[in-house]
């Protein structure tokens, strides 16, 4: 597990404290964020994709291996087309900036989710960032779009049955399940913030999700801090974590 040096009471004698291997965030309250200030919901997710910006190098710089962000579901299809057409420009620009920079900023970033949907252009756009990622040494940077845990689940076990039919897969248990997955290789995140003050896991890694570690905070996501993680992160370190055993 990575480690920073910092004193507190998560800090070993060392004074390190751990630093989880996967953080993952439901980025929630862009649109509060943005009504409260008299500016359409848009202005909210343009905000918020420069606080993903922020916190994704701030995971990077204290050691975080994997860093998962969810910035668009399979129920977003929902939200008004200008909305909508917002965030898939914000996709655009980040892919976009993401290829050019990934070498220098040491951030391999990724698309995880349905891409079939998305218009050519960004599928284009996901692939190439995928195969720049596979050149670049950092941390990987999870962007989940058009991304459902249960339509992931659905598309894994389509997969799974179609290799199963072909006879190029052994009977199926849960290490060879999570192969098929988006997050095939990626370690289950142990820490999982929600932003903006809603309980709940909104259909987000719900595979992944088994053993993770919740902190919930009123915080919306456009004015969430670096320190926001420090937080998070001291307060995992304080759970007692069991896995399903006992004391
Ligand atoms: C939830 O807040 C947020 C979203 C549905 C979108 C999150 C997207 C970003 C932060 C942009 C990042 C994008 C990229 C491509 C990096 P909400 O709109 O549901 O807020 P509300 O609950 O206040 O209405």
Not at 117 to 125: D, N, S
Request: proline share 3%; with cysteine; charged share 25%.
């Amino acid at each position: 597990m990575a480690m920073k040096n910092i004193s507190g009471p998560s800090a070993d004698a060392a004074g390190r404290r751990a630093v989880p291997q996967h953080i993952a965030i439901i980025m929630d309250g862009n649109g509060r964020w943005a009504t409260r200030q008299g500016l359409p919901r848009k202005a909210g997710h343009a905000a918020g994709a420069e606080t993903f910006r922020r916190i994704t190098r701030y995971c990077r710089d204290i050691g975080v291996k994997h860093f998962t962000v969810y910035a668009f579901s399979t129920e977003n299809w929902k939200r008004s087309q200008d909305e909508v057409s917002a965030l898939m420009l914000l996709l655009k620009k980040y892919l976009i900036e993401a290829i050019e920079t990934m070498a220098q900023e040491h951030v391999k970033l990724y698309v995880m989710g349905d891409i079939t949907r998305l218009t050519p252009e960004l599928q284009a756009l996901s692939r190439r960032a995928l195969e720049t990622a596979k050149t670049v040494d950092g941390m990987q940077a999870n962007v989940c779009f058009n991304y459902g845990g249960r339509d992931e689940i659905v598309r894994a076990a389509r997969k799974y049955a179609e290799d199963y039919a072909a006879g190029k897969a052994a009977s199926l248990d849960e290490a060879l399940f999570s192969t098929y997955l988006d997050s095939a290789g990626i370690p289950d995140p142990e820490l999982i913030i929600r932003t903006g003050g809603e309980q709940r896991t909104s259909n987000f890694l719900l595979w992944q999700s088994a053993y993770s570690e919740y902190v919930f905070t009123d915080t919306l996501w456009p004015d969430f801090q670096p320190e926001d993680i420090d937080r998070a992160i001291e307060a995992l370190n304080h759970r007692d974590r069991r896995y399903g055993g006992a004391k």
